[in-house]
């Protein structure tokens, strides 16, 4: 058994059987990301190959692996769904960390409104789960398969961001583990409404941090009830003047903007581009529309 072998062995001890992956295929299939500064390297596999893939199952696994890479000097790269663009895909010389199997949902508070998770949880099943409920999902990114976890890593753009705001808006606080192996919480409050004004803001400093300031394993996120009623309406202008004007009224009014969760705007550009699909062109006076 090689010098490497044998360090991770040490792990495996630790953890338990069938977390630790050392096999190329496993490897491989957690290198890469949307991203595309793979794109300028000529080697894509070997660049991006972890030498090893870890599969962690709880806080004190995270605990465990933090503490061994600090030991080796082994670099740690945190990944969730690796869909997105923030440096989640592996590297040479480093251990990927899937928090594929944290994947449950842990509590749900209806008198404070909102869910408890683990970090690799996907969004879109705590909304299908929340919805069942008679609640928003809130933290709701654009793609189906992004976990939880990884909107505290990104700073999440949402759907509803001009309703609701990214995740740090929406994320009211999360359990993290440190890079020397401690584990704290970070959070907006203990109770509704949220008083946590005294001290620094230190649940925002950790937000978008990519996984470099810490790693997440429990996660609060806001879920307030459903609307009584919702309704969708396109309105059709003559100018793309006229429409921007209308989408910042509708955005900055104090009252219209509590309720209007979203407001796009699309120019004749656009509207061009959807004779492809339907073969009806628009009338030439329409030159944005206001979705």
């Known amino acids: 058994m090689s010098e490497v072998q044998n360090k991770f062995k040490e792990l495996e001890e630790k953890l338990g059987v069938g977390k630790v992956y050392l096999d190329r295929a496993t490897r491989i299939t957690h290198r890469m990301a949307h991203n595309p500064e793979i794109l300028l390297h000529k080697d894509r596999i070997n660049d991006f190959l972890p030498d ?34 923030a440096g989640s895909q592996g590297r040479r010389g480093a251990i990927a960390v899937s928090f594929l199997r944290m994947n449950r949902i842990l509590e749900f508070d209806e008198e404070n409104e909102w869910v408890v998770v683990e970090p690799g949880v996907r969004c879109e099943h705590v909304g299908e789960f929340l919805e069942k409920k008679g609640y928003c999902r809130i933290e709701w990114p654009l793609t189906r398969s992004a976990m939880v976890g990884a909107r505290i890593g990104v ?44 001290g620094f803001n230190l649940k925002d400093l ?53 309720w209007v969760w979203r407001t796009t705007q699309t ?11 339907t073969g009806v062109a628009a009338p030439e006076e329409i030159q944005a529309i206001l979705d």
């Open 52 to 85: 090893a893939v870890v599969y962690v199952t709880s806080t004190n696994d995270v605990v465990e692996v933090i503490k061994f890479a600090n030991r080796y000097r082994i670099p740690l790269i945190p990944q969730g769904g690796r869909i997105s663009t």
């Open 155 to 198: 700073d999440g753009y949402n759907r509803w961001a001009g309703r609701w705001g990214r995740s740090k808006d929406t994320i009211i606080a999360f359990e993290l583990v440190l890079p020397d192996g401690s584990v704290e919480v970070f959070g907006d409050g203990s109770n509704k409404p949220m008083k946590s004004s005294l």
């Open 206 to 258: 950790f937000m978008g941090s990519r996984g470099i300031l810490g790693m997440a394993t429990k996660i609060w996120i806001k879920t307030p009830k459903l609307p009584a009623a919702e309704g969708f309406g396109y309105r059709a202008f003559s100018t793309q003047d006229d429409a921007i004007r209308a989408q910042i009224e509708l955005d900055t009014d104090p009252i219209t903007s509590a």
């Open 267 to 277: 120019g004749r550009w656009f509207i061009e581009k959807r004779k492809i699909v």
